[in-house]
């Protein structure tokens, strides 16, 4: 099991960037592909990124592509996501998630982890 707590989150205004951080704990953390959900008010949750244990393949929801950067520094057990060129349809509530592989943890159903989130807020 890992546990999982985003901080980072803050009110931005559009065009602006912020960085989520989520710091995890347990021994499954290196061997977990790690991701970004994100759930707005009256929406679905979706998938934003993902990054595999090692940090050497990436994978992007299109509304991210172009604008948001997962990485992860295992030596901090720490997964971040660089948010640029925010929009206000940016605006929710992200959570960070671990899975057993890049492709899995694309689908919530299949996350076997999760943070408890942090609030993003795009102002337009």
């Known amino acids: 099991q890992v546990q999982l707590a985003e901080s980072g989150g803050g009110l931005v205004q559009a065009g602006g960037s912020l960085r989520l951080s989520c710091a995890a704990s347990g021994r499954a953390y290196r061997r977990r592909a790690m991701g970004w959900f994100r759930q707005a008010p009256g929406k679905e949750r979706e998938f934003v990124a993902s990054i595999s244990w090692s940090g050497g393949s990436t994978s992007y929801a299109d509304s991210a592509k172009g604008r948001f950067t997962i990485s992860r520094d295992n030596a901090k057990n720490t997964v971040y996501l660089q948010m640029n060129s925010l929009k206000p349809e940016d605006t929710a509530v992200y959570r960070c998630?671990?899975?057993?592989?890049?492709?899995?943890?694309?689908?919530?159903?299949?996350?076997?982890?999760w943070g408890q989130g942090t609030q993003v807020t795009v102002s337009s």
């Open positions: 998630a671990a899975g057993e592989s890049l492709l899995s943890v694309r689908r919530a159903r299949d996350v076997n982890d």
